[in-house]
């Protein structure tokens, strides 16, 4: 695959061929370094997209969620202009990430990481553990998030993975979807017993919740961010922690409560209880 040092070199040749003027002087142009970074911001959009609509999409067939196919189509076209050729592949007018995208950047990551969590922690491919794929201490914050927060979402179907470097581990992030979130829905209906945990119905979930390495860190995080909130976190709607920056459960479930009605109309999804002390 091309390299970030091949891509800059080939950018910076081509903005030095065709400088923009600017108010009647030329542009200053960004200097190799500036345009690497640029372009692992880029990878790592392209990378955010892509596993997001993998997520959504892989499944449906032909009930395919059509905006996230189009963004994706919209994103990966600017590779070809912008020498990452080797990144799209074409087919019937439309453009696709190419094999080399796939197999050579997240994506297989991805599905070793998803191998050795379910293997009990190594994977029997690769001979490596779960944490050389993705950092236990982004999983386990991600975890202790969407667990107290009751979004059964979150640690799902809801989930976003990405990369700083090629050869660093993943980190798992950024969270989103809380619309059901914080008590906005009626999750304990799917929940496994005896556990009640709103993270671990999904057999993901489940497989890393398994994993010692994986409790040591939740329980170590919980007890170092977690327990002095505790007081904050369960208190009423008006409770706040001294900084300002951490709320109550309650101020966050009245935050999201509307959200949630949009989903209800959007989704018609009978079995949630959209709303503060709904009880349809």
Not at 11 to 25: D, I, R, S
Not at 28 to 34: F, H, I, S, T, V
Not at 83 to 110: C, D, T
């Amino acid at each position: 695959m091309t390299s970030n040092a091949d891509i800059a070199r080939a950018m910076a040749e081509n903005m030095a061929k065709a400088a923009v003027p600017l108010y009647g002087k030329k542009m200053r142009l960004p200097d190799r370094g500036a345009i690497i970074g640029i372009i692992k911001e880029f990878r790592r959009l392209l990378d955010l997209v892509y596993i997001g609509n993998w997520i959504l999409n892989s499944t449906r067939e032909k009930d395919r969620f059509e905006d996230y196919d189009i963004l994706q189509e919209k994103l990966f076209a600017l590779c070809a202009r912008n020498g990452m050729s080797a990144l799209i592949s074409r087919w019937q007018g439309h453009i696709f990430p190419s094999q080399a995208y796939e197999n050579g950047g997240i994506h297989e990551a991805i599905a070793d990481y998803e191998d050795a969590v379910f293997e009990g922690g190594t994977s029997s491919k690769t001979g490596k553990p779960f944490t050389d794929y993705v950092t236990v201490e982004s999983m386990v914050q991600c975890y202790l998030v969407n667990e107290l927060s009751k979004n059964g979402d979150g640690f799902n179907t809801s989930a976003y993975l990405y990369k700083e470097t090629g050869s660093e581990p993943m980190k798992m992030g950024p969270l989103w979807d809380y619309d059901l979130g914080f008590g906005n829905n009626n999750y304990e209906d799917l929940l496994p017993q005896p556990e009640l945990l709103y993270t671990v119905y999904g057999s993901l979930g489940r497989a890393l919740y398994a994993l010692p390495e994986f409790r040591a860190e939740a329980q170590r995080q919980y007890t170092k961010y977690i327990t002095p909130l505790a007081d904050v976190l369960a208190g009423d709607a008006d409770a706040v922690s001294a900084d300002g920056s951490v709320h109550s459960f309650a101020w966050y479930r009245e935050q999201v409560a509307a959200a949630a009605g949009y989903d209800e109309l959007l989704w018609k999804s009978s079995h949630m209880d959209v709303r503060p002390g709904s009880s349809s």
